[in-house]
């Protein structure tokens, strides 16, 4: 049974520092894995969408990557900022037949102006 | 890029009524979306996964006769809380995936803050 962890939990940085979000899955077997932004009580934004053939993908600021033989993912947010703060969540799709898709609990992310 | 609408956004009912909530994929169509429950500060938990044309897939300890799913067609999707009680209080949230494109990213509603009193 796939199981996604995010460390930590809380995350407070002052503005423009760069800093990295982690994300573990139990089952190496995945089809993708998806970081999402949710501000409190909205839905997600996708952020970035990693294959299971890819090791990185970049969207302005934000980088994530993908290390399946480990079952790891993490997140970097360069030069953050106010408007980052939200709480941030990674997804895996494994690789059989259901469909599912298996979120972790999310890091809260607090940017200090 | 793909927008999944979620209606209404909050919806306030009493104890004992039904509630419906509509998941619509507006720019593409969607053979499959799914339905997530969040409490506050948990992670989202599948509870139904909604075929367009049969019948919906429910998760573990997700009582289907009480959150009835249907899926009429490949862009509409609804999700009906039936006789609601205080503890079905959530957030509740739908998804969608681009038809034929199992690898392509989930798109999410806003999704529904339902409060039972």
């Known amino acids: 049974k796939q199981e996604v962890t995010q460390i930590p939990a809380a995350l407070s940085v002052p503005e423009g520092e760069n800093l990295v979000l982690n994300c573990s899955f139990t089952d190496s077997a995945i089809y993708n894995l998806q970081w999402f932004r949710q501000d409190p009580g909205k839905g997600l934004t996708s952020l970035l969408l990693?294959?299971?053939?890819?090791r990185e993908q970049t969207s302005g600021r934000l980088n994530a990557s993908l290390d399946k033989s480990s079952g790891r993912s993490t997140l970097y947010i360069a030069a953050s900022q106010p408007g980052d703060s939200a709480t941030y969540l990674c997804a895996v799709k494994s690789q059989n037949r259901d469909d599912k898709i298996i979120f972790g609990k999310g890091t809260r992310l607090h940017i200090l102006p | 890029g793909a927008v999944v609408s979620q209606h209404p956004s909050r919806v306030i009912c009493k104890s004992g009524t039904s509630v419906k909530i509509e998941c619509r994929s507006l720019d593409f169509q969607a053979t499959t979306m799914f339905w997530y429950r969040q409490f506050p500060k948990q992670s989202l938990m599948l509870m139904a996964t909604?075929?367009?044309?049969?019948?919906?897939?429910?998760e573990q300890g997700v009582e289907k006769d009480k959150f009835l799913i249907n899926h009429a067609s490949l862009t509409l999707s609804t999700l009906t809380v039936t006789s609601a009680h205080p503890e079905d209080s959530s957030f509740y949230i739908c998804?969608?995936?681009?038809?034929?494109?199992?690898?392509?990213?989930?798109?999410f509603g806003n999704g529904t803050r339902l409060t039972v009193t």
């Open positions: 909604s075929n367009e044309g049969s019948k919906a897939t429910y």
């Open positions: 998804s969608a995936r681009s038809r034929g494109l199992n690898n392509s990213p989930l798109h």
């Open positions: 990693i294959q299971s053939s890819q």
